[in-house]
């Protein structure tokens, strides 16, 4: 089975600006959960999406928001960049319950300037 | 906020030594999960322990879960180069969310 992937893998953006990163989880998995990961605050959790729905959401403003599509494909949409967005964005996808093995992308890293 | 805290920050031992990282989590789980993370890429997921299991091994690794002190290790024995790395513990406090510690930094020198 091909791994879960991540476009784009690299990202310049300036501040203001918005972006947009998609996932596609792997094969028959409905569950794509996103990731941000910066050298201070670590690995923190976005938010959730199972069947096209949000299950849960982390502690991130209004202007990161995400969405999945019907065949479990997930894009996340980050508005008005500010310098700190400037992360690698992690996807990940499970089969679909609770406590699974999640598998993560590669990731897109994003700089804004 | 992180949930698991790993120790130590970072470890650097020979090849073919024995690494051992632990980590410390604060509120009851389902299941805790190590990764591997190579240089600022993916996650790969090494090893996941249920809250009922107390060890459980994958090849060179090792992992044990100790409930009543909330507290976890992994040990990789007969380490080589190509595991020099950072090692994330992650539990999942409910649903599919996962928290991670802040990770050791493994290096293997040749």
């Known amino acids: 089975k091909a791994g879960v992937t991540q476009t784009p893998r690299y990202l310049i953006k300036t501040r203001g600006q918005q972006v947009t990163l998609s996932c596609s989880p792997i094969s028959g998995h409905r569950s794509v959960s996103w990731y941000q990961q910066t050298p201070g605050q670590g690995l923190q959790f976005l938010f959730e999406?199972?069947?096209?729905?949000?299950?849960n959401k982390g502690n991130f403003p209004g202007r990161f928001s995400g969405r999945q599509f019907s065949n479990s494909r997930s894009e996340m949409n980050v508005s008005t960049l500010e310098l700190g967005d400037s992360a690698l964005y992690l996807c990940?996808?499970?089969?679909?319950?609770?406590?699974?093995?999640?598998?993560f992308g590669p990731g897109t890293r994003l700089l804004v300037l | 906020s992180q949930q698991g805290e790993e120790d130590p920050q970072a470890l650097s031992i020979q090849e073919g030594e024995n690494a051992t990282m632990n980590c410390s989590y604060k509120?009851?789980?389902?299941?805790l999960q190590w990764y591997r993370q190579n240089s600022g890429r993916g996650l790969v997921h090494l090893i996941l322990?249920?809250?009922?299991?107390r060890e459980k091994h994958s090849g060179r690794l090792r992992v044990t879960l100790d409930t009543s002190k909330k507290s976890s290790s992994l040990l990789i024995t007969a380490s080589r180069a190509a595991d020099t790395a950072s090692y994330f513990c992650a539990t999942a406090p409910y649903g599919n969310k996962l928290v991670f510690g802040a990770g050791t930094i493994l290096r293997v020198k040749s």
């Open positions: 509120t009851s789980i389902n299941n």
């Open positions: 322990i249920r809250s009922n299991e």
């Open positions: 999406y199972f069947s096209e729905t949000q299950r």
């Open positions: 990940a996808s499970s089969l679909s319950g609770e406590g699974e093995t999640q598998y």
